[in-house]
């Protein structure tokens, strides 16, 4: 056992006042493992409060445990989390590595005197906290938050420590962020979790349905749009983009979960190897990157949208209108031409 969890079983022993805290627009990755990790920790007798910077998606409504999440943004909770992160013995972050990723509530996280601890995969942590639970390998933070229970627990059988409950709220981040087992990322660690979570009685097929199958008429409406009229395949660079401005968005009435997941759907075109999708909301464009194999999206990401992630999954923003922002992504693509194209 490392000396992070040591500290931190020993820290624990004792009953604390816990902060949860994940990246802005949540995913079922960042909710799902705060969530499993609130109820392990409230379980143990601490009191926990989970604090979102923004709100989440629709579909992400009926994961056990939502209704005690705080919106930071939201003004009726913002008094509640600002006292509560005062007193807090303990914060611990979630699903990212840059309080940048907080929005407004970064500040508050940084200047906070309680001890912080990171659980995170994503690549090139800002070493804000004492203790860290970081792996890029992991599939998702929900594999860590998993492993790190189990190995606080003496490796136990799931069903000793894990309620049904929490176990949706795991498989939810970890079925999300390996794109249903299909990514990369997959390992035999995976799948090894996933059956050690199914001894609960978790039924993985309900939860990938309340997550996928589960969008109102509109989305599916506004998905035939985007694939029939914006997607754009550009053969030479094995890149697929789509721009969709606020215009189309408030014409398709698009709440920020609706466009959540296109941007994927540009890699199944044939020979496609990247896929972005530029969405022009509340005065800035929220850009998101996917790619297969070796071509990594997070340079690209970090290198010219501020952003950053994973290899294989990145995300980024730009203060530049829409079509500038496009415009600089055209430019910088034949820089990535070779490497593009020498995809397996
Ligand atoms: P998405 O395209 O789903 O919004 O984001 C994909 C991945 O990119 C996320 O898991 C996250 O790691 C990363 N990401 C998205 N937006 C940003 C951003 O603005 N900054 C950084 N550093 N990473 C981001
Ligand atoms: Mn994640």
């Given at each position: ?13 004792l009953?604390q006042k816990?902060?949860?805290t ?30 979102s910077?923004t709100?989440y ?5 009926w ?9 930071y ?5 913002q ?24 929005k ?5 996280v ?23 639970v ?20 003496g ?6 420590i ?8 795991l498989?939810?981040?970890i079925m999300?962020?390996?794109g ?21 009685g ?11 199958d589960?969008?109102?008429l509109?989305r ?11 997607l ?13 401005t606020e215009a189309?968005?408030?014409?398709f009435n698009?709440?920020?979960g ?19 999708m ?7 464009v ?7 194999g ?33 415009a600089t ?16």
């Open positions: 056992m490392n000396q992070t969890i040591q500290e931190l079983i020993a820290f624990l022993s009953p816990i902060i949860i994940m990246h802005r627009d949540p995913d079922a990755d960042a909710l799902g493992s705060s969530l499993g990790w609130a109820s392990y920790l409230a379980g143990k007798g601490h009191e926990v409060t989970v604090i910077p709100e998606t629709a579909n992400l409504r994961l056990p445990g939502i209704e005690q999440v705080l919106i943004e939201k003004a009726s909770d008094g509640k989390c600002k006292r509560k992160i005062e007193e807090a013995t303990l914060i611990c972050c979630l699903d990212f590595s840059a309080l940048s990723r907080l407004d509530l970064g500040k508050v940084q200047d906070a005197q309680a001890i912080k601890l990171l659980v995170d995969h994503h690549l090139e942590p800002e070493h804000f906290a004492k203790w860290m970081w792996d890029t390998n992991a599939a998702a933070t929900a594999q860590l938050i998993y492993a790190l229970v189990k190995e606080m627990e490796n136990k059988p799931a069903q000793e894990f309620d049904k409950g929490m176990a949706e709220c498989y939810a981040g999300t962020d390996t249903s087992f299909r990514h990369g990322n997959v390992t035999p660690a995976v799948h090894l979790a996933v059956a050690d979570l199914m001894l609960t978790l039924d993985t097929s309900r939860v990938h349905r309340l997550i996928y589960n969008a109102p509109s599916l409406q506004f998905l035939g749009y985007v694939l029939s009229q914006k754009v395949v550009l053969p030479e660079y094995r890149t697929a983009y789509m721009v969709l189309e968005l408030q014409k698009s709440s920020t609706e466009t959540e997941g296109i941007v994927n759907y540009g890699l199944q075109v044939e020979n496609v190897v990247m896929s972005a530029f969405i022009e909301r509340k005065g800035e929220k850009i998101s990157f996917r790619s297969v070796s071509f990594s999206v997070r340079d690209l990401a970090s290198t010219h949208f501020n952003g950053g992630g994973h290899k294989n999954a990145s995300g980024g923003r730009s203060e530049q209108s829409v079509t500038e922002t496009v992504f055209l430019r910088v693509l034949p820089s990535y031409q070779s490497e593009l194209l020498s995809v397996d």
